[in-house]
């Protein structure tokens, strides 16, 4: 074949490529704008029990059943699947510190759907903000400004207490949403500290789609399955306090190695900025 007919057919597929992605376009948005429809009017819907079960913390292993019902409603009615395996299960009235890869709006829900156990969350202060879901994010989420050490000091008294009480704590320890050429942040201290300091597992699970398919880039993403992984717990018996690093650099690798070594998710990940 001739350097121009392949210039032409280059060109060709080029141009057929961009204008498959306009006329996704406006599906993408629609299936987008449909994702808050579907979260807010199932808010609105559970509003008079909300407003019970967030009146009092003894209420809030029945709102976790309800929460749980309502993360596979939105998973679900987004046209998503879980494909679960799990290394190892976790046991009932235990407490764990359940830590993921941060990638996607979705991956708060999936890491619910996951757990039986009543998990309390500690998530941005920002959210708040949004009408409705922040009244609620507020009574049921630990909030923490990173910027400030009062704020860092009051999360971590706070999850001493709800830890005590037999619930079990989320983080997602990057601190942040990755830009989409990286395949894992470095991950905070704050995780691994708590985790030593009640002596808990963690808890180390890996959501290999969630960027893929509903990531914060409002013009990508596409129904599909997610897959996630529940590792092997990681003890933190006998640990002290000053083996939090190595103990945070465990789980990073772990993690680190399961997305790395994940196809689809590589081929998703444009550069390898981490390496």
Request: hydrophobic residues 45%; positive net charge.
């Amino acid at each position: 074949m001739s350097k121009n007919k392949v210039k032409i057919y280059q060109t060709k597929e080029i141009t057929t490529l961009a204008t498959m992605k306009y006329f996704k376009l406006p599906f993408l948005l629609v299936w987008r704008i449909w994702f808050y429809i579907l979260m807010f009017s199932t808010i609105i819907i559970m509003l008079p029990f909300l407003l019970v079960l967030t009146s009092d913390e003894k209420y809030y292993p029945t709102f976790w059943k309800m929460v749980r019902a309502w993360s596979f409603l939105l998973i679900y009615g987004m046209g998503f699947r879980l494909k679960i395996k799990k290394e190892q299960k976790i046991e009932k009235n235990k407490s764990y510190m359940f830590i993921a890869n941060h990638a996607s709006l979705l991956d708060p829900w999936v890491m619910i759907a996951l757990s039986k156990n009543p998990i309390v969350f500690v998530g941005k202060k920002e959210l708040v903000k949004i009408p409705v879901f922040g009244f609620f994010y507020r009574k049921v989420v630990i909030m923490v400004d990173r910027g400030s050490e009062k704020s860092r000091k009051r999360v971590y008294e706070m999850a001493k207490k709800r830890l005590k009480n037999g619930t079990s704590v989320g983080i997602f320890p990057e601190g942040l949403v990755p830009e989409e050429d990286i395949i894992l942040a470095p991950f905070k201290n704050g995780a691994f500290s708590l985790a030593i300091e009640h002596q808990i597992p963690i808890v180390p699970q890996v959501y290999y789609d969630c960027k893929r398919f509903f990531s914060w880039n409002i013009f990508k993403g596409r129904p599909g399955t997610f897959r996630v992984k529940q590792c092997n717990f990681i003890e933190t018996k006998g640990l002290k306090i000053e083996e939090r690093k190595k103990l945070k650099q465990k789980v990073f690798t772990l993690t680190y190695n399961e997305l790395k070594n994940d196809k689809l998710y590589m081929k998703d990940t444009n550069k390898l900025n981490n390496e």
